[in-house]
């Protein structure tokens, strides 16, 4: 097993990384807990606003960083 360094990542592209990896994270495991809630529709609602935050990611990673 051998060190990574990531000395190389920008301050600004970790943040948003984490940032933008706790709002999907937790919207989808909040749609998941109303979903068991037998709470359909605010699930849906979860689950749509996860993807929805994982395209904006991918958009601004692709337009400010790659």
């Keep these: 097993m051998s060190l990574v360094d990531v000395s190389s990542v920008s ?12 709002l999907v994270f937790g919207l989808l495991s909040l749609g998941i807990l109303r979903m068991f809630q037998q709470k359909f529709k605010y699930g849906w609602i979860c689950f749509a606003g996860a993807i929805v935050s994982f395209s904006v990611f991918m958009y601004v990673l692709n337009r400010w960083y790659v």
Excluded at 11 to 22: A, E, K, R
């Design 11 to 22: 301050p600004s592209l970790f943040i948003l990384g984490v940032v933008f990896i706790l």
